[in-house]
């Protein structure tokens, strides 16, 4: 059974950077693809960041210079490096991991952690 859990999340002033995680586990499959994703409150939820377990990462536009994401050797842990926050980056930030090999879509994620709230002031 697949388990997720984000963490991380605070309070930071616009300019300054954060650092989630996501604690991952239960894979029945050597090879997936972990997403970060975000609810902005009264938006919808969008991902702005993934990656698969061969190392190939996609990035939405609006953070592709200022977002990493990344795995470790054992993939059980995947992180969100956010530089440069913005007070529009202010979201609940969640893990989702999929099988599929159309990871880029993010109507293919299954299995979702919980949130982490990211608050970036101005």
């Known amino acids: 059974e697949v388990q997720l859990q984000a963490s991380g999340g605070g309070l930071v002033q616009a300019g300054g950077s954060l650092r989630l995680s996501c604690a991952a586990s239960g894979f029945a499959y050597d090879d997936y693809a972990i997403g970060w994703f975000r609810q902005f409150p009264g938006k919808e939820r969008e991902g702005p960041c993934r990656?698969?377990?061969?190392?190939?990462?996609y990035y939405e536009d609006s953070v592709k210079d200022r977002f990493t994401i990344s795995m470790n050797s054992g993939k059980n842990m995947v992180y969100l490096q956010m530089n440069s926050l913005e007070p529009e980056d202010t979201a609940v930030y969640y893990c989702?991991?999929?099988?599929?090999?159309?990871?880029?879509?993010?109507?293919?994620?299954?299995?979702w952690g919980q949130g982490t709230q990211v608050t970036v002031s101005s």
């Open positions: 989702a991991a999929t099988y599929s090999v159309r990871w880029h879509l993010s109507s293919v994620y299954a299995y």
């Open positions: 990656m698969d377990t061969f190392g190939t990462t």
